[in-house]
């Protein structure tokens, strides 16, 4: 059986899906609203029934995990679920896959020897989650220069993701206007670029560099000189939005963020309308001089950001029950095999384009 | 008002409380060059942006505060005033970046466009007569001594990539040295053989200052007190009213070893430094979201018929056609002019304009014109010398069946109404353009230029005593102009009373038999304007108002090099090396083979740059204008490749 919690999400339902179509077993589908749940679970591919579920309430939590083989998690905001939901599914025997947790939930988990000989993978969604894992393509052993990432577009944020894009600031997500210099974190290195072009990106774009922790992590793992982080938005009502409420809110918590969701969701909503909707995960390298040829780019295409998060949940359970990951708490960009993901990806529908060339 | 009346009594030269409010400012003495000035006050002291177009030049007193207080009571959008002041710099020796106009001539002397020259340069000499042959060299090189004092602008240097700066006045060569020719005791072969050779060394080996002074001047000593004073002035750091502030400055000093100049408190280079904040003010802006809404739908130049590519001349010098209106002429013109509201200029730029039409057989067309342009920030700013000068985008649309004056009425208003944008200059306007169109070639290869009311404007013809260099005799004069980018120009000038047009264009471009018929015509034409008797007739204009389908080399509609590169990452290390290289200089990421320097924000003094910097990187030098011809990061990577292979 494998749990799937937050299945009647933006990104849930494509994860429910997927994972039906890859006949990975029968499917409990968890929600706070059961009709809505038995309505998704009902057009799955595969045996499917659905079950109110409840984060916030333990027994209901537990009976959910009960008997899964697997619980995976598409349920936020991120900052509520931590490693909640990863505790149940332990203390049921199952293994676990989460769209969110990052660091925070990771390290909750570590070194306590809660998970036993399970497994959990965490941040297996898009950004953190592929944004670390495709550039793994450019490096292979290969020592590089620099690498660069370029990762987003035009997306509409609701209320609960803008919050959690709120959040998503402070030294354990990532640091601005930094680059990773020899080694380390250099700050206020790198200016934000306006109307710039870019290779895959339909129109001229803002990149605000932003060196996430998932970043860091890369290159160190990659041994790259040199790397270099934007999240990229299509004009700079996004970026204006989150700057205008982080210097209002100097606590950054989501009680005190959430009145301010609405302006983000605002500014989302009107880039939208000037742009549609379209996803861009851009990745360059530059190997050091001498080293031996290879791919020095890829490039994925996508129109939702979101539903691309679901099949990206749906690959990294598919490769948990595979046993191709092993026993412990991971972060989905460092466990993941990048060969097999983008092969995987450049099958699926939802995916527009992806090259590595 | 009473700021109208003291701006107009600064520009006419009048007792503010003299002037009449019911009489046109052409007749109490105003001219398009004041008239661009006058509008440019307004801006600057009232904030009010008028567009010339209202401000015709039969426009009185009263007529032009009636327009300022319908602008500033909501009528029309006001701007700002300009908020620059332009101060000293700490450091009168630190460089400074070159003015866009300065830029083009810098990359022109590169050979980096086509119709390149090793200098941009103009090229004077005249007579003098009862010279004092022992006195004038000494006299002549204390004044250049005094005068390099008094404007620094005369010790500036360029530096190799396109920056500027002014030596200090004891650094070494910093002053410039004046060369004397003693012919006194030679015969007339002689002479005029030697009078042929300096006049064919300065005239295709102007001065150059990335090497040494911008100026080069030279004394002719001749038999009979009589001489020749030659000047080679670089375009790249003298405009044209910078000249005539130079000879006017240079006799001044010459006639008087104890001559003092007002001190000047600011230079050229505090000027430019002010004008780094320009980009900033709303006035800037809206000038530039003026031209931008323009840009798509502007003309391309005049479909001249052409006897070569001008990719594939090159040119030396440019060739001249020339004409003067003797006094009566253009004192008759004038009065025709004033009769009919328009300035002398927009009079000649109309006929130039026919000409132009009936040439290129079509008559929507863009043409470049040279601006004095030079911003009213200080006090000062007319007399210090330096490059201020800009070029200005001006579309014509001559309309079928419109007599000269109508014509002539149009001109005015759009040329008013363009020159009213000034913050934003032609060399701008036309990257822009050429980006747009991904098209290299120059955007207005045809050129008018009037400094019609100079003199005026200076307050009087330019001294004709000169101490011991004798008596200048203006009208005895040689000159030569090479300004890269150009297919034809016309100039139009004053020479004391008489009126002076010539037309400069590049001989190897065109048939000789119709650059002579069209200089005939445009002469035919003004001599038709003097007598009265061509403005209401019908100038015989074509009847298309876009070129037609091309047939042979035509102007503007020549064939642009089709460059396409498979897109993707940077095929190999060399590839990858140009872009670090653009990305380096443009501070952008530059990712793809395929993406141009030019559509990545390069301009061409960037480009002077980026091959500099490839120079050093790869050891080998991409002429510019190779890079210019295929500027995408695999087309750069190409050429370096093949120079590279060149030298092993």
Redo the contacts between chains.
């Keep these: 059986m494998i749990g799937i919690l937050g299945a009647t999400g933006a990104v849930g339902r494509t994860a429910a899906q997927r994972i039906a179509a890859y006949g990975l077993g029968p499917l409990r589908v968890g929600g706070r609203n059961l009709t809505r749940a038995a309505d998704l679970a009902s057009s799955l591919p595969a045996p499917a029934h659905a079950v109110r579920a409840d984060l916030n309430d333990p027994a209901e939590l537990a009976a959910f995990c009960d008997g899964c083989r697997i619980v995976v998690s598409c349920a936020g905001p991120t900052y509520q679920v931590l490693d909640t939901v990863a505790r149940a599914a332990f203390a049921a025997g199952a293994d676990y896959v989460d769209i969110g947790g990052e660091l925070a939930a990771k390290d909750a988990l570590t070194g306590e020897g809660v998970a036993g000989d399970r497994t959990a993978v965490f941040s297996a969604g898009v950004m953190p989650g592929l944004s670390g894992l495709l550039p793994r393509l450019l490096a292979k052993g290969r020592p590089l220069r620099r690498l660069?990432v370029?990762v987003g577009g035009a997306a509409v944020f609701t209320p609960l993701s803008a919050v959690d894009a709120l959040l998503t600031r402070g030294p354990r997500f990532g640091e601005p206007m930094a680059a990773w210099r020899e080694g380390r974190v250099a700050p206020g290195t790198l200016?934000p670029?306006h109307q710039?072009?870019?290779?895959g990106f339909p129109v001229p774009v803002h990149?605000w560099p932003y060196l996430t922790t998932e970043a860091q992590t890369l290159a160190t793992d990659t041994g790259a000189d040199e790397v270099r982080s934007y999240n990229v938005f299509v004009s700079n009502r996004l970026p204006e939005a989150l700057a205008a409420t982080w210097a209002e809110v100097p606590d950054a918590r989501p009680e005190t963020l959430a009145p301010h969701a609405e302006t983000v969701v605002r500014a989302s909503l009107r880039d939208n309308a000037d742009f549609g909707a379209f996803y861009v995960m851009?990745f360059?390298a530059?190997p050091r001089?001498g080293a031996p040829p290879g791919p020095?780019?890829v490039l994925l295409t996508a129109v939702d950001s979101y539903a691309l998060s679901g099949v990206v949940m749906a690959l990294a359970t598919r490769a948990v029950l595979s046993g191709s990951v092993p026993a412990g708490v991971h972060l989905a960009a460092e466990v993941l095999d990048p060969d097999a993901t983008a092969s995987a990806l450049r099958k699926d529908v939802l995916v527009e384009g992806l090259t590595v060339? | 008002m009473k700021e109208l009346a003291e701006i107009w009594s600064e520009l006419l030269g009048l007792p503010p409380g003299e002037i009449p409010h019911d009489v046109g400012f052409l007749r109490l003495g105003g001219d398009s060059v004041l008239a661009v000035r006058m509008s440019a006050l307004v801006r600057k002291r009232l904030g009010v942006a008028l567009a010339l177009s209202d401000v015709r030049v039969e426009t009185t007193l009263d007529d032009l505060a009636e327009l300022v207080r319908r602008h500033t009571s909501g009528g029309a959008p006001a701007t700002r005033a300009l908020p620059l002041t332009v101060t000293p710099r700490p450091d009168p020796h630190a460089e400074f970046p070159l003015l866009p106009l300065q830029q083009g001539y810098f990359v022109g002397q590169q050979d980096g466009w086509e119709l390149s020259y090793d200098s941009a340069h103009y090229y004077l000499d005249y007579a003098l007569t009862g010279v004092d042959g022992d006195e004038a060299a000494d006299a002549l090189a204390d004044a250049v001594g005094r005068l390099a004092t008094h404007q620094p602008t005369l010790r500036a240097r360029v530096t190799p990539d396109g920056r500027q700066h002014v030596l200090p006045a004891d650094a070494p060569g910093a002053v410039p040295q004046v060369r004397v020719y003693d012919l006194r005791e030679a015969g007339p072969a002689e002479i005029a053989t030697a009078l042929r050779d300096v006049r064919q060394e300065m005239s295709t080996s102007g001065p150059d200052p990335t090497r040494g002074p911008g100026i080069d001047v030279r004394l002719t000593l001749l038999p009979g007190d009589e001489g020749r004073l030659h000047l080679g002035l670089s375009l790249l750091i003298f405009d044209g009213w910078s000249s005539s502030v130079l000879s006017r400055d240079l006799l001044a000093f010459v006639a008087d070893w104890n001559a003092a100049l007002p001190p000047l408190d600011i230079h050229f280079g505090d000027y430019v430094t002010s004008l780094a904040d320009l980009p900033a003010t709303e006035a800037w802006q809206a000038d530039r979201d003026w031209w931008w809404s323009r840009l798509d739908t502007l003309p391309g130049p005049p479909a001249l018929p052409l006897a070569a590519d001008p990719q594939e001349v090159r040119p030396v010098t440019m060739g001249n056609r020339e004409h003067r209106w003797r006094a009566e002429s253009w004192a008759a013109l004038r009065r025709q002019c004033t009769d009919r509201g328009v300035t002398p200029s927009t009079a000649m730029l109309t006929a130039f304009g026919v000409v132009l039409a009936r040439w290129a057989g079509h008559r929507r067309m863009l043409l470049n014109s040279l601006q004095l342009n030079r911003l009213p920030i200080h006090p000062e700013v007319q007399r210090v010398v330096g490059a201020f000068a800009a070029t200005m985008l001006l579309p014509l649309d001559l309309a079928a069946e419109a007599t000269f004056a109508e014509l002539a009425a149009t001109v005015q208003a759009t040329s008013g109404e363009h020159a009213a944008h000034n913050l934003i200059t032609g060399v701008e306007v036309g990257r822009e353009v050429a980006r747009r169109r991904g098209s290299w070639r120059p955007v207005g290869p045809v050129v008018f230029q009037s400094v019609l009311g100079v003199d005026a404007a200076m307050g009087g013809g330019p001294p004709e005593e000169a101490g011991p260099l004798g008596r200048v005799v203006a009208s005895d004069y040689f000159h030569q102009l090479r300004t890269p980018q150009v297919a034809i120009e016309v100039r139009c000038f004053e020479l004391g009373p008489e009126m002076v047009a010539v037309f400069s264009l590049v001989e190897e471009l065109f048939d000789t038999d119709q650059v002579t018929a069209a200089f005939a015509e445009f002469v035919a034409l003004v001599d038709a304007l003097a007598d009265g008797s061509g403005w209401d007739r019908l100038p015989g204009l074509p009847e298309e108002t876009e070129p037609g389908p091309a047939s042979g080399l035509r102007l503007g509609l020549l064939p642009e090099p089709a460059v396409r590169h498979r897109?993707?990452?940077?095929a190999d290390?060399m590839e990858?090396a140009v872009a670090?290289v653009f990305e380096e200089l443009l501070?952008?990421?530059v990712?793809?083979r395929a993406?141009d320097f030019f559509?990545?924000g390069g301009d061409s003094l960037l480009a002077v740059r980026a091959v500099v910097r490839l120079a050093k990187e790869a050891g080998v030098s991409v002429p510019v204008r190779e890079f210019l011809s295929d500027s995408t990061v695999a087309g750069v990577a190409a050429v370096v490749r093949s120079r590279l292979g060149d030298q092993r």
């Excluded at chain 2, 897109?567 to 940077?570: F, R």
Aim: aromatic fraction near 4%; avoid cysteine; glycine fraction near 6%.
């Design positions: 660069d370029y200016a670029l710039v072009r870019l290779p990149a851009l360059t530059r001089p020095t780019r060339e | 897109e993707g990452p940077p290390d990858q670090d501070e952008v990421p990712l793809d993406a559509g990545l």
